[in-house]
């Protein structure tokens, strides 16, 4: 069966520091790879897909970025954190559009 | 642009109480309504896929219909470990289906 982890589970970072967050899907291969942050009482947002290595959409001009070195690996990244970062961060994987995306935990990041 | 509505925002049921909650939404070329539930500080799980009206699914207490406009997502005599926050998703018009766009939720408490 397929799996999905993201790490860490909690993050407090400073403002202007650097940021990254870490997901990994086992069972399965070439899954597109989704990025979404969930702000608090407000739906979920999606930040970044992929659909293959190295290929990465963006959905929303942010000061963050997505990479994707391995197939089943998907990274958020930034080089210096806002305050509106905060948030709760999800990933997610599918076998390919208009199909269930399947989440992970969560990362829950907050900005001091 | 396309929209997700959940209603209510929040409900609270006694064990064994039955009800509704609704989900509408408005996209051009619907290719699927998407279930979720959503525990407290955890990542959305999946519950159904919708791609047709009429079309119906059930899961134990729970069962999905959907029509042209909306969708309902019954529950049956829930019990207290039903308490969630219930997401429905859409695939978006543009990005061929990557961007699934989420309603609020519906929060709900089930009392035992």
Same mark, same amino acid.
């Given at each position: 069966?397929?799996? =999905?982890? @993201?790490?860490?589970?909690?993050?407090?970072?400073?403002?202007?520091?650097?940021?990254?967050?870490?997901?990994?899907?086992?069972?399965?291969?070439?899954?597109?790879?989704?990025?979404?942050?969930?702000?608090?009482?407000?739906?979920?947002?999606?930040? &970044?897909?992929?659909?293959? =290595?190295?290929? =990465?959409?963006?959905?929303?001009? @942010?000061?963050?970025?997505?990479?994707?070195?391995?197939?089943? @690996? &998907?990274?958020?990244?930034?080089?210096?954190?806002?305050?509106?970062?905060?948030? &709760?961060?999800?990933?997610?994987?599918?076998?390919?559009?208009?199909?269930?995306?399947? &989440?992970?935990?969560?990362?829950?990041?907050? =900005?001091? | 642009? #396309? /929209?997700?509505? %959940?209603?209510?925002?929040?409900?609270?049921? /006694?064990?064994?109480?039955?009800?509704?909650?609704? +989900?509408?939404?408005?996209?051009?070329?619907?290719?699927?309504?998407?279930?979720?539930? %959503? #525990?407290?500080? !955890?990542?959305?799980?999946?519950?159904?896929?919708?791609?047709?009206?009429?079309?119906?699914?059930?899961?134990?207490?729970?069962?999905?219909?959907?029509? !042209? !406009?909306?969708?309902?997502?019954?529950?049956?005599?829930?019990?207290?470990? #039903?308490?969630?926050?219930?997401? +429905?998703?859409?695939?978006?018009? #543009?990005?061929?289906? /990557?961007?699934?766009?989420?309603?609020?939720?519906?929060?709900?408490?089930?009392?035992?």
């Amino acid at each position: 069966s397929q799996t =999905i982890h @993201q790490w860490p589970a909690t993050l407090v970072q400073p403002v202007g520091s650097p940021l990254s967050l870490e997901c990994t899907v086992e069972g399965t291969s070439n899954p597109n790879l989704y990025w979404y942050r969930q702000a608090a009482g407000r739906g979920l947002q999606l930040l &970044f897909y992929s659909v293959g =290595i190295g290929q =990465i959409s963006s959905e929303v001009p @942010q000061n963050l970025s997505a990479s994707r070195p391995q197939d089943r @690996q &998907f990274i958020l990244s930034s080089k210096k954190l806002l305050l509106s970062d905060s948030g &709760f961060y999800l990933c997610a994987w599918s076998y390919g559009p208009n199909q269930p995306q399947h &989440f992970g935990d969560g990362t829950r990041l907050s =900005i001091l | 642009e #396309d /929209q997700v509505t %959940q209603s209510p925002e929040a409900l609270r049921l /006694q064990e064994g109480e039955s009800s509704s909650l609704n +989900c509408s939404y408005t996209v051009s070329g619907l290719r699927g309504l998407f279930w979720y539930r %959503q #525990d407290p500080g !955890k990542g959305p799980e999946f519950l159904f896929t919708l791609y047709s009206a009429g079309e119906e699914k059930e899961k134990e207490r729970l069962k999905a219909t959907l029509t !042209k !406009k909306e969708s309902f997502l019954h529950i049956t005599a829930p019990k207290p470990e #039903d308490s969630a926050t219930y997401l +429905c998703a859409v695939p978006a018009g #543009d990005n061929y289906g /990557q961007n699934f766009v989420f309603g609020p939720g519906t929060r709900l408490s089930v009392l035992p």
